[in-house]
């Protein structure tokens, strides 16, 4: 089974308005709301190609009653912890001249709730997949990672981390089966400053060297690097497209990749489904669907048969 935690998951409240001004009374063209959050997007596009995963993480309040619902509405099982003051967090991304984010704190989580969580993860088992992507709410520890990965260590888990700074640089020594930084994240968790694509390789295989088996370097317009397990280099350049939302494609790609290996257990497949899946969702006003997914795999595979 796969796994997902989101620490604060979102209701995302998305507006789209001609122009925004400041101090008067602005009127939207169009609003939708989606669950939010890293672990949730990952586990959206994995139910959408087609494999079951289950969320975990924390919810408060009328708000975190509808990222359930949401959740489950669109395909995704929940095991969330309820947390009993206050209320899950609201973002609201607002889409005029430009776009503008106001993302909320979300609840405090003690130690009492953390606890819960740890109880649930001591129930993974060997070939279960953990998935633990996004930043630490500042009520929780900052080694809150690290000491989840110290916990479950040397029990056949593999270890997804999508993270950045030091909440990568700290768990690297646990062997995550998969870490995935964009190109800039990884020159700053190496304090190098990263110009060609020689050195991008290097930097990726010095996070191998401490201790990451797989990694996938997603590099917005210029596609995407990995070096896996073997230490074989993959590359693949991304397919044209419009972008119309950024927010979720790293999910997309994160739950691409894992639905590649898991179904074909070759790493340039894995490869080929997490870009694909990336920019699908890049291309879309939220996450990919499968049809997307495999449209842009057929544009793949007749750029390479030509």
């Given at each position: 089974?796969i796994?997902?935690?989101?620490?604060?998951?979102?209701?995302?409240?998305?507006?789209?308005?001609?122009?925004?001004?400041?101090?008067?009374?602005?009127?939207?063209?169009?609003?939708?709301?989606y669950?939010?959050?890293?672990g949730?997007?990952?586990?959206?596009?994995?139910h959408?190609?087609?494999?079951?995963?289950?969320?975990?993480g924390?919810?408060?309040?009328?708000?975190g009653?509808?990222i359930?619902?949401?959740?489950?509405?669109?395909?995704c099982?929940c095991?969330?912890?309820?947390?009993?003051?206050?209320?899950?967090?609201?973002?609201?991304?607002?889409?005029a001249?430009?776009e503008?984010?106001?993302?909320?704190?979300?609840?405090?989580?003690?130690?009492?709730?953390?606890n819960e969580?740890l109880?649930q993860?001591?129930?993974?088992?060997a070939?279960?997949?953990?998935?633990?992507?996004?930043?630490?709410?500042s009520?929780l520890p900052?080694?809150?990672y690290?000491?989840?990965?110290?916990?479950?260590?040397?029990?056949?888990?593999?270890?997804?981390?999508?993270?950045?700074?030091?909440l990568?640089a700290?768990?690297?020594?646990?062997r995550?089966?998969?870490?995935?930084?964009?190109?800039?994240?990884?020159?700053?968790?190496?304090n190098?400053?990263?110009?060609?694509?020689?050195?991008?390789?290097?930097?990726?295989?010095?996070?191998?060297?401490?201790?990451?088996?797989?990694?996938l370097?997603?590099?917005?317009?210029?596609?995407?690097l990995?070096?896996?397990?073997?230490?074989?280099v993959?590359?693949?350049?991304?397919?044209?497209?419009?972008?119309?939302?950024?927010v979720g494609?790293?999910?997309?790609?994160v739950?691409?990749?894992i639905?590649?290996?898991?179904?074909?257990?070759?790493?340039?497949e894995?490869l080929l489904?997490?870009?694909?899946?990336?920019?699908?969702?890049?291309f879309?006003?939220?996450?990919?669907e499968?049809?997307?997914?495999?449209?842009?795999?057929?544009?793949?595979?007749?750029?390479?048969?030509?």
């Amino acid at each position: 089974m796969i796994y997902t935690v989101t620490f604060n998951p979102s209701l995302d409240y998305v507006v789209n308005m001609p122009s925004l001004k400041v101090g008067d009374i602005n009127r939207t063209q169009e609003e939708v709301m989606y669950p939010g959050g890293k672990g949730i997007n990952v586990s959206l596009v994995l139910h959408n190609l087609g494999l079951a995963s289950k969320t975990l993480g924390f919810t408060a309040g009328f708000t975190g009653s509808e990222i359930i619902r949401l959740c489950q509405a669109h395909g995704c099982s929940c095991d969330f912890i309820p947390i009993e003051k206050g209320f899950s967090r609201i973002n609201m991304k607002i889409r005029a001249q430009e776009e503008t984010a106001i993302n909320g704190n979300g609840p405090e989580i003690t130690a009492a709730h953390l606890n819960e969580l740890l109880a649930q993860l001591d129930k993974l088992q060997a070939e279960d997949v953990l998935v633990l992507a996004g930043s630490i709410p500042s009520s929780l520890p900052a080694d809150t990672y690290e000491n989840i990965l110290a916990r479950l260590q040397n029990r056949g888990i593999k270890f997804v981390v999508d993270a950045t700074g030091d909440l990568l640089a700290n768990v690297l020594k646990y062997r995550p089966w998969l870490v995935k930084p964009n190109n800039y994240e990884l020159a700053e968790v190496l304090n190098l400053t990263i110009s060609t694509e020689d050195e991008l390789v290097a930097a990726a295989k010095e996070l191998q060297k401490r201790g990451a088996q797989n990694v996938l370097v997603s590099r917005a317009e210029n596609g995407a690097l990995l070096v896996d397990a073997n230490g074989q280099v993959h590359k693949r350049p991304a397919l044209k497209g419009r972008l119309v939302n950024s927010v979720g494609a790293g999910d997309s790609m994160v739950a691409g990749f894992i639905a590649g290996y898991l179904k074909h257990n070759d790493y340039e497949e894995a490869l080929l489904w997490g870009l694909s899946s990336g920019s699908a969702s890049a291309f879309k006003e939220w996450l990919a669907e499968l049809p997307d997914i495999e449209a842009l795999i057929r544009r793949y595979n007749n750029h390479e048969n030509h």
